[in-house]
């Protein structure tokens, strides 16, 4: 798979697009993609330490990129926490990475889902979107036979738009499929 397909992409024909879209006067008014962040969050992770290690193998899988663990900024005695117990999985993916990342989801892991009929469209009020998947197994990265425990994460597109509509028109470029 050519890493570059979708950066030169976005220069080549997104970029005009937006700005006719939008009229801006130069392109570095065009909103352009910063980073995707994935997130885990791994509430049972308390009680068992096995959920974290297999957490950060699979996101590691699913990212190209080593994955790092979160963990809690405080006690909570209800729910059996300490300060600094590993609570999450999070990666960051810019640059290349984030495009090769983008391309998978969009072309191969999203037609996975079952029943898919597009992703909902609603934006963070800051031209960001964050997505979330019920299931790390759409991604073919990831053996299903060596599967224990479905998982969920949080994909979010972290854009440089100044509102919902650029970032929705940005990221609708580059292929995200949103219900209509």
Same mark, same amino acid.
């Given at each position: 798979?050519?890493?570059?397909?979708?950066?030169?992409?976005?220069?080549?024909?997104?970029?005009?697009?937006?700005?006719?879209?939008?009229?801006?006067?130069?392109?570095? &008014?065009?909103?352009?993609?910063?980073?995707?962040?994935?997130?885990?969050?791994?509430?049972?992770?308390?009680?068992? +330490?096995?959920?974290?290690?297999?957490?950060?193998?699979?996101?590691?899988?699913?990212?190209?990129?080593?994955?790092?663990?979160?963990?809690?900024? #405080?006690?909570?005695?209800?729910? +059996?926490?300490?300060?600094?117990?590993?609570?999450?999985?999070?990666?960051?993916?810019?640059?290349?990475?984030?495009?090769?990342?983008?391309?998978?989801?969009? @072309?191969?892991?999203?037609? @996975?889902?079952?029943?898919?009929?597009?992703?909902?469209?609603?934006?963070?009020? @800051?031209?960001?979107?964050?997505?979330?998947?019920?299931? &790390?197994?759409?991604?073919?990265?990831?053996?299903?036979?060596?599967?224990?425990?479905?998982?969920?994460?949080?994909?979010?597109?972290?854009?440089?738009?100044?509102?919902?509509?650029?970032?929705?028109?940005?990221?609708?470029?580059?292929?995200?499929?949103? +219900? #209509?």
């Amino acid at each position: 798979m050519n890493t570059a397909s979708l950066k030169q992409d976005y220069k080549e024909r997104i970029v005009p697009i937006l700005m006719k879209e939008f009229g801006y006067s130069t392109i570095m &008014q065009a909103p352009k993609l910063e980073k995707i962040v994935l997130n885990q969050g791994l509430g049972s992770a308390v009680a068992d +330490k096995k959920i974290i290690e297999i957490a950060l193998n699979e996101m590691t899988t699913i990212a190209g990129q080593k994955a790092v663990a979160t963990v809690s900024r #405080k006690d909570i005695s209800n729910f +059996k926490l300490r300060k600094k117990m590993p609570i999450g999985v999070r990666v960051t993916l810019r640059g290349d990475r984030m495009y090769e990342f983008l391309e998978r989801l969009v @072309r191969v892991a999203l037609p @996975r889902i079952r029943d898919f009929k597009g992703i909902n469209s609603k934006m963070d009020g @800051r031209g960001n979107y964050t997505l979330g998947i019920e299931e &790390q197994i759409i991604f073919p990265e990831i053996n299903i036979d060596a599967i224990t425990k479905l998982m969920g994460m949080n994909i979010t597109f972290v854009t440089t738009a100044n509102t919902d509509e650029e970032g929705f028109a940005l990221l609708k470029e580059f292929g995200l499929p949103f +219900k #209509k």
